[in-house]
């Protein structure tokens, strides 16, 4: 057994216009884009929402592949809306298997909801594809700030998401090395049933925790000592800029959008 | 001059419950001054990290006092500008990095000090350019090796600019390629940059290379001076449970044998030259 090398935030490098754009402009017309999948009816609507996703999709110039991944997770709550949607909607008869009936009504709901799902997932995605992870905490910060006034701790998230992911490969180097120390002494993680398997987890867990708290402790000394006093005075390196091609994209996609939700 | 860091008569125990009150400094005196490179070394448990961590206000004195530039580390309104003075680089490179990229970071205690962005980027260049690692500015830190890394830590802490580098056991995790990197680069800011060095090792090979030499023993400062001054004193060293350099010992049983040694060589290279002429002095 061996713990996976993870690409975190599965960011895909590229210097296409999505790439380039503000991560503030991608959130937001993301957020739309949800906003507009819940808002529509008509199958003309879902055809524009599915046209745009698409376009955005291969001018990302990100494999498809890497795209519908994101569905993978959710593959069988997908099938499970649509079987439901199908058999137990009322209306108008299809067909019937053992007693099940299913409607046109069913039928047309049910695909409309795995369409509307779908594209939700792949434009969030494509968000997180061509974002670096860096540059995507930055954004949110910069876009939760504003709501600070209401107590949320915009700062704060950003940066506990930036040491999450700071530390993620590091832990996992250790998890490693900790399997592997456990397994030169005989510890078997592979056979056994359910309860075993997860009890052979715990020399692992144990000393992982052990070591994550002391890590946090040391971390959070440093930091201090590099004057670290939260987020007030604090500027930054990398600036954000909205520039032209963000109003450009982000006036047509609003434009596109509010299209897609009148259309009958 | 005014010294950089001013320690005086200080004493701090750890509190612990009623009766685990460890005493770890014990009216202690130190003093840095600009551009100076100190080499502390004592046993396990004899309080030098403890001392590091008054060096720039992460711990105050239970008695006595501390002063960085002439402000004392109690003085909270001073807080930052300590902290700026005086930078610390911890021993575990992996918990003391804080971004996920090599730039990110170097900007880090800049960016907490408030720096405008244009001047943080020409500090994270230069920083990089002092430890030797320009090009590595997008790296994440995971894909660095020890030493790397903490070059890294080393530059986050210059692109503060600061008067002083404090290094507790930076060197105690690395191999000796990754050590001797560290070393080349905080003999280097020392010397020609001016900013002065306090480097916690138990190496000895490391400490003969500073210009003082400070050795800790349960809390006090048990001897204090110029490398050779101090490691012309094996027995005393050998009770404060401390080791001379091997090439040191090598000196001494020469010495013992009846081989006169002009001084006590701190290094090889010393060592091989006093052995030469010697050997000179002989066989002409
Ligand atoms: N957080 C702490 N709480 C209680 N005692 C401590 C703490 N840190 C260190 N000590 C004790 O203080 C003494 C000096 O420790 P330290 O300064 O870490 O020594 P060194 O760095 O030379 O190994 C030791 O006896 C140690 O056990
Ligand atoms: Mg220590």
Redesign the interface.
């Known amino acids: 057994m061996k713990v996976p090398s993870v690409v975190i935030g599965q960011y895909i490098p590229g210097d296409s216009l999505l790439h380039r754009l503000d991560p503030r402009t991608k959130i937001l017309l993301a957020l739309a884009m949800v906003v507009a999948l819940f808002t529509v009816e008509s199958p003309w609507s879902y055809l524009m929402l599915a046209v745009l996703v698409a376009a955005a999709v291969l001018s990302s110039r990100v494999p498809v592949k890497m795209v519908l991944r994101g569905l993978r997770p959710i593959a069988f709550i997908l099938i499970l809306t649509f079987v439901l949607h199908l058999f137990m909607d009322p209306g108008e008869e299809l067909f019937t298997i053992w007693r099940l009936r299913a409607t046109h009504e069913g039928l047309r709901i049910g695909l409309l909801t795995v369409v509307r799902l779908t594209l939700l997932i792949m434009a969030t995605s494509l968000v997180t594809l061509t974002t670096s ?2 540059v995507f905490t930055d954004g949110l910060e910069r876009l939760l700030n504003p709501l600070r006034i209401v107590g949320v701790p915009a700062h704060e998230l950003a940066m506990m998401m ?2 999450a ?2 530390f993620i ?2 832990l996992l ?1 250790e998890t490693d090395k900790i399997m592997k120390a456990q397994m030169a002494r005989g510890a078997d993680f592979e056979s056994g049933g359910l309860v075993n398997r997860a009890k052979s987890m715990i020399p692992i867990l144990v000393p992982l925790f052990v070591s994550a708290f ?2 946090a402790d ?2 959070a ?9 939260g987020g007030q ?7 954000l800029r909205f520039g032209p091609a963000d109003a450009v994209v982000a006036a047509a996609t609003i434009v596109y959008l509010a299209a897609a939700v009148v259309v009958r | 001059m005014e010294p950089i860091i001013s320690i005086e008569n200080v004493s701090y125990a750890y509190e612990g419950g009623e009766q685990d009150r460890v005493d770890a400094l014990l009216d202690v005196n130190v003093r840095v001054d600009a551009g100076e490179f100190v080499a502390i070394i004592g046993h396990n448990g004899s309080g030098k990290s403890t001392l590091a961590k008054h060096m720039n206000a992460i711990l105050l004195p239970t008695r006595g006092d501390v002063y960085v530039l002439g402000m004392n580390t109690r003085d909270r309104s001073k807080l930052w500008s300590i902290r700026q003075a005086v930078g610390m680089v911890f021993q575990n490179p992996d918990n003391q990095i804080v971004a996920t990229t090599v730039e990110e970071d170097v900007a880090f205690g800049p960016e907490n000090l408030g720096v405008p962005p244009d001047e943080i980027r020409r500090r994270v260049d230069e920083a990089l350019a002092l430890v030797d690692m320009t090009g590595y500015e997008q790296a994440a830190p995971h894909q660095l090796s020890g030493g790397q890394k903490q070059r890294v830590a080393i530059a986050g802490v210059i692109a503060m600019r600061p008067r002083c580098i404090v290094l507790d056991e930076a060197t105690a995790m690395l191999d000796p390629v990754g050590r001797q990197e560290v070393l080349r680069t905080v003999r280097r800011l020392a010397s020609e940059e001016g900013i002065a060095v306090v480097h916690i090792t138990h190496f000895m090979s490391e400490a003969v290379l500073a210009d003082r030499v400070i050795v800790m023993d349960d809390g006090r400062i048990a001897l204090e001076g110029a490398p050779r001054e101090v490691f012309s004193q094996p027995d005393v060293l050998r009770q404060l449970q401390l080791d001379v350099p091997q090439v040191t010992e090598l000196a001494l049983e020469l010495a013992r044998k009846g081989v006169r040694m002009p001084r006590t060589p701190l290094t090889v290279q010393e060592l091989a030259a006093d052995i030469h002429a010697l050997l000179g002095g002989c066989a002409g």
């Not at chain 1, 000394?221 to 006093?229: G, K, L, S």
């Not at chain 1, 005075?233 to 600036?239: E, K, V």
């Open positions: 992870p860096i930036t040491i992911l700071r490969p590091t180097e002391r890590r040391e971390l000394v440093a930091m201090e000592a590099r004057c670290y006093r005075g604090r500027t930054r390196l990398r600036q």
